[in-house]
Structures are given as C-alpha cells and as structure tokens.
C-alpha cells in the first residue's frame, strides 16, 4: 500500500516482521557489484545506511563523467525499531572532479526530501577504430535505487516512510 502525499510504503498484510538487524542484513545484500549504485554504512552521518551512486567506484566514475552528470542522489535510511520504519531522506548533492576523479561537494542547490528523476543521454563520434558511431550511452533514474530498497523493507514487514521535512 502506497501513501501518495506522505511518499510511505506498507507492507501487505500478514507479511512477518523480522529484527532491525535482518532488515540491515536485507538493505546490505543488495548491494552488488554489478550496479552502478551501493550501500554503504551511514553512521558518519548519523543514519542507519545510505544508498547511493558509485560515482567514486573507478568502474562506474569514467561512465559517470563521460555522462557529464553533475548531481549524485543519495537515500539517506534510518531504522525506527519502535515502529518498525525505516525512515528515508532523499538528497541530491553538486559533484565536482579534480584531475579526472569525482568528489562530492554540497551544492547551493542542494535538496533534501523526496524526489524521483531520471538522467539519460548519448554521445556520438569517431571510434577507435575511426568508424562513427555510439561512444557511450547512459541512463540512470532513482527508482533504480530506490525501487529494491523499498522492496527490501517491505518484504521484512516494515513501512518505508518518506521524510521530506523534519528528523530522519
């Protein structure tokens, strides 16, 4: 069930509830090597977990680059036991790169709370091989993230509830 004006997922009924640690060990096995996305631990920034684009992972920041993406989305998530939520942020921040390697950097027009995008482009020009043709083509959108990560949290019987405004 989806609660529209409050971005809050429940799970269906009957599903079991499990423990904050296997809705941790859930959130952290998706991480994959595969995806341009990951999960990483969030207790510098006092949250649970983040999920977040590999934009400093040497096998995706090239791709990220040649796309000239100049924002990266992160999903802040902080586990409530007592009501059994996991409580998301959604943040955007400016990337700037020096010599060739992306760093995040807080941007002026940072925001925070619950957002859906979607980036794509292409590029076109001479092979290496001096034929013409497609030199990179990328597509990235935040439900690629936020997607299995709601799904996680419902599946383990908890509410995904979107913050927009006040404390995770």
Known sequence: MFDFLTSTKRPASGTPVLPAAQVLERLRALDRTTSPWRIVDGASEGVDLIAEWKIVDARWYEIFAKASL???FRIFLKLDEASKQVRAQDREYEVSRRAGVPTLAFSAKGFKGQSSSIEFGASYGFKEDLS????YKYFFKTSEIKDPVQ???LACGWVYKGVAFGKL
């Open 151 to 153: 799904q996680a949290v």
């Open 132 to 135: 013409v043709g497609e030199q």
């Open 70 to 72: 100049t924002k990266v």
